[in-house]
């Protein structure tokens, strides 16, 4: 099955400045590969998806790359606010439908 | 409703004693997952369900998990004799159709603790 993995330590940065999340795959690439938005007590809220023709997807300050050769995808936070502190999961297809495989998640805090 | 609810959204049960936890998905979707948290780690998937096909089952822990959904709508999930393991955030989530690319709503969860 697919092995995920994510940023092990918890990002701190400063208000202003770029936090960069890495989710690298074990095994096979998958079709999709999507990244979710967790905070303390909630669910996931889904953030944005790539495609694995994709290299890069953005959504106003989130960008995503996906490099198949690497097994890797970075998910980054331009310009970072305090709101943007959650914990941050990346997921990806296990090679059917719809089953989603999660990585433990990256904690961000942002400082002001 | 606008959102997949869960209920109850926590629970404190004895070891031993069953639990069913209850899902009710964005209307008009006929995919429906149940994923475990357990702290600190990954989700972990159960069970899936898509409209009328056989359940995808491959995730349940053990026998003692079990899920149904009713009319192709409401879900529950039911843990018979708990132990203290199974205390963990058990997740709902639903979507338009099981296809790759589709965007995936969760509910907010409910914490399960096993004393």
């Known amino acids: 099955s697919q092995k995920i993995e994510q940023n092990s330590e918890a990002l701190n940065i400063q208000e202003g400045k770029t936090a960069t999340l890495t989710c690298n795959y074990t095994?096979?690439?998958?079709?999709?590969l999507q990244w979710y938005r967790q905070d303390p007590g909630r669910g996931p809220v889904f953030l944005l998806l790539?495609?694995?023709?994709?290299k890069e997807k953005r959504k106003e300050r989130l960008k995503v790359t996906f490099d198949t050769t690497l097994k890797q995808s970075l998910f980054h936070i331009t310009a970072s606010q305090p709101a943007d502190s959650a914990t941050y999961l990346c997921?990806?297809?296990?090679?059917?439908?719809?089953?989603?495989?999660f990585g433990a998640g990256t904690t961000v805090t942002v400082r002001a | 409703g606008a959102g997949v609810s869960q209920s109850p959204s926590n629970k404190v049960t004895e070891k031993g004693k069953d639990v069913e936890l209850r899902c009710d998905p964005i209307s008009g979707h006929t995919a429906l997952y149940w994923y475990r948290q357990s702290l600190g780690q990954g989700l972990e998937f159960l069970i899936y369900f898509q409209g009328n096909s056989a359940p995808d089952k491959s995730g349940l822990p053990s026998d003692r998990f079990s899920a149904e959904r009713t009319g192709g709508s409401v879900s529950t999930l039911t843990i018979q004799r708990t132990q203290q393991e199974d205390s963990a955030v058990y997740l709902c989530?639903?979507?338009?159709?099981?296809?790759?690319?589709?965007?995936?709503?969760f509910g907010e969860g409910s914490w399960l603790t096993v004393v």
């Open positions: 989530a639903s979507s338009l159709v099981g296809t790759p690319g589709n965007t995936i709503y």
């Open positions: 095994n096979y690439s998958p079709a999709y």
């Open positions: 790539i495609r694995e023709n994709e």
């Open positions: 997921a990806l297809d296990q090679g059917n439908d719809y089953k989603l495989s």
